[in-house]
């Protein structure tokens, strides 16, 4: 009986932890299992299925360097005892029971049993802005952690880190980029001003949900030199009258929802009025707009004007929500003293109405 309980022992395969992974269509993630350092030479790979029926979507014995195959990639930190796997492109079939394991030659291998649950989600792609203005992207999510660690990275060596906490969310500021986390909403707002075409390409968006695992989204910033379009314009008016707004629109964005946005100190977005139809105008309070989607034109009439309406922007917002400010507005208004300083600079903090 001894002989038989020993035997059936070792059959029993080295199950180290478990974990439950979620990730978003067409976005990634990260997953990072652990080993023995007794067992750094040996195999490292990731399959998926049962134990019994797992089938192999990456395995290497090389050590401290990325290794691809297909959309799978795992790096072995020899030094950490550690190996991260990363999915790429996910999709929904993707779900699935998944071992993170260590190839062992007279040994059970041991590995980490890894739940991944991919979500339906609408990913970045590709969002295009242009040079001089400014650029809001959406990131939305479901998971809803306490201490989320966001990074946001245009290289593997240019990351700014946002940690968010219980206190009430703010905007968390590195030079031109700003970061909101609307946890409760399951939104990331990633803010990006005075653009510029050394701003192009390609960006992540991580988010660390705990040791063990990230989700990230992967998108392409475009910034453009339109020609059709001025960086900005300098308009007077008198205090109590009213002025009027004209900005110039690309022709990729004739579909796409036009703003004039009206920025007043902390609030880049304080008051903002829309509109997508061509020819009809639309009027919310002081600011009336009309879109003509022939001469790509947007015109603003704003009325009762103050010292307050100093600075309005013209953008477009796209189908996913993601707003491209083009054209930024300076309005004098004569008998104001603080007028010309309230137009000048970027204020420290933003928020988004």
């Known amino acids: 009986m001894k002989i038989i309980w020993t035997f059936t022992l070792l059959m029993i395969p080295g199950v180290v932890s478990s974990m439950s992974v979620t ?50 990639s795992l790096y072995d930190d020899t030094s950490s ?9 996910l999709r929904e079939e993707d779900s699935g029971m998944y071992q993170c394991a260590v190839d062992k030659t007279i040994e059970i291998d041991s590995y980490t049993e890894v739940r991944l ?47 968010n906490t219980n206190r009430r969310a703010e905007w968390k500021h590195d030079r031109r980029f700003s970061v909101y986390n609307d946890r409760s909403a399951g939104l990331l707002l990633l803010f990006i001003r005075d653009l510029n075409e050394n701003d192009s390409g390609e960006y992540k968006i991580i988010v660390k949900v705990s040791e063990d695992y990230s989700f990230f989204s992967e998108f392409n910033l475009d910034i453009k030199k339109e020609d059709c379009c001025v960086k900005s314009i300098s308009l007077s008016a008198s205090a109590g009258g009213s002025v009027n707004i004209s900005c110039k629109y690309p022709q990729s964005h004739i579909r796409d929802v036009k703003f004039l946005c009206w920025r007043s100190g902390a609030d880049l977005c304080a008051k903002e009025t829309s509109v997508k139809e061509s020819r009809r105008w639309r009027d919310e309070g002081k600011i009336r707009v009309e879109y003509d989607r022939e001469q790509q034109l947007l015109t603003g009439s704003i009325s009762h004007v103050t010292e307050e309406d100093s600075e309005y922007w013209c ?30 600079g970027y204020p420290m903090d933003v928020r988004i109405v």
């Open 23 to 72: 990730g978003y269509s067409g976005g990634g993630v990260n997953i990072t299992c652990g080993y023995k350092k007794r067992y750094r030479d040996n195999k490292k790979y990731f399959c998926k299925g049962q134990w019994s029926q797992c089938r192999d979507r990456i395995k290497t014995n090389k050590k401290d360097k990325w290794v691809q195959k297909d959309r799978f």
């Open 81 to 89: 005892s550690v190996f991260t796997v990363t999915i790429r492109d």
């Open 117 to 163: 649950r991919v979500l339906t989600g609408q990913q970045i792609r590709t969002v295009r802005g242009y040079s001089g203005g400014n650029v809001i992207i959406n990131f939305k999510y479901e998971i809803q952690e306490e201490n989320p660690v966001i990074d946001v990275c245009k290289t593997a060596d240019q990351c700014f880190t946002v940690i």
């Open 315 to 344: 953008g477009v917002q796209s189908d996913q929500g993601h707003k491209i400010f083009i054209t930024r507005v300076l309005i004098n208004v004569t008998g104001s003293l603080n007028a010309a300083d309230s137009a000048v």
